[in-house]
């Protein structure tokens, strides 16, 4: 694909994250009903769950792009797994400061050592820690010591979404096997809401991966470059 | 409506990691074309250097 391919790709995906993030916020803040016990406070839910679900899917992303690295040896792999780790740690941010802010008027304490947060703060270390000994390791090194962290460190995600269950929680558990626990006008809202977050986490994604492609071709022509330099001198 | 600072602390928060993840995409995009075409042109003007040489 060229470069002005890639750009109406990513033109098209913000023009589509713009109108649905729109009719999201719209959803939100007018279609919405405000809940009884919480009041205001509950619409927190609705950035709260589908960054949530973003973080979980790009470390997935993540996962599998390291697998097809290790298995084929295409850098593309290695290139998808680290723009979805570092766009799904922005997304684990999120989670991890709407989540306090939500507790504080709810459970009067902005944190707790509940097994749901402190999965979550897990799991945002592992792939914060990815991101940073990825910069830190060596030039050949750097995709496979990637890949098998990216592997292992997935590990965390299905302990983290089966945390409400496993273990004793106060969280509180929206998505049963019964269903979603909530009222019909919140389910559409939170569906929109997801469409939309899908819609600017695959535009971040896109841009993300066009901008380290760009970064290594700058390296290769920088090193083609200083060959010609050389060869001159020579 | 007691508690509405906190909704839009918590959207404001999120707009803000969302705003300055995209401005930090797009700066250093900005600074990588840049320095990608001043190569660009160095190549190829030491290319017509060497031609006229021969």
């Known amino acids: 694909m060229t470069l002005k391919g890639k750009s109406a790709t990513i033109r098209t995906l913000e023009l589509a994250t713009c109108v649905v993030m729109l009719a999201a916020l719209y959803a939100i803040f007018i279609y919405a009903p405000i809940e009884k016990t919480m009041g205001l406070v509950q619409k927190i839910f609705y950035i709260h769950v589908p960054s949530a679900f973003l973080a979980f899917f790009a470390f997935f992303i993540t996962f599998v792009g390291s697998i097809l690295y290790l298995y084929k040896r295409e850098n593309k792999w290695d290139i998808m797994a680290f723009c979805s780790a570092e766009i799904g740690v922005i997304f684990c941010s999120i989670v991890l400061i709407t989540g306090p802010i939500w507790a504080k008027p709810i459970w009067n304490v902005w944190w707790t050592w509940d097994p749901r947060l402190t999965t979550t703060l897990i799991l945002w270390f592992i792939y914060a820690a990815y991101l940073i000994l990825r910069g830190a390791a060596g030039e050949n090194r750097r995709s496979n010591f990637s890949a098998v962290f990216g592997i292992i460190g997935f590990v965390n995600v299905p302990i983290t979404f089966l945390a409400v269950r496993l273990w004793r929680t106060i969280h509180p558990v929206i998505i049963t096997p019964k269903g979603i626990n909530i009222s019909d006008p919140m389910k559409l809202t939170l569906i929109l809401t997801l469409m939309a977050f899908c819609l600017l986490f695959f535009t971040l994604l896109v841009s993300r991966i066009r901008l380290e492609k760009m970064r290594l071709d700058g390296e290769e022509i920088r090193a083609l470059s200083e060959d010609e330099k050389t060869e001159r001198n020579n | ?54």
Request: no cysteine; proline share 2%; charged share 30%.
């Open chain 2, 1 to 54: 409506m007691g508690n509405a600072p906190y909704l839009f602390a918590a959207f404001g928060v999120t707009w803000v990691i969302i705003f300055f993840y995209i401005l930090s995409i797009s700066r250093r995009q900005k600074t990588l074309e840049s320095q990608i075409n001043k190569i660009r042109d160095a190549l190829e003007r030491n290319k017509e250097t060497g031609k006229r040489d021969e």
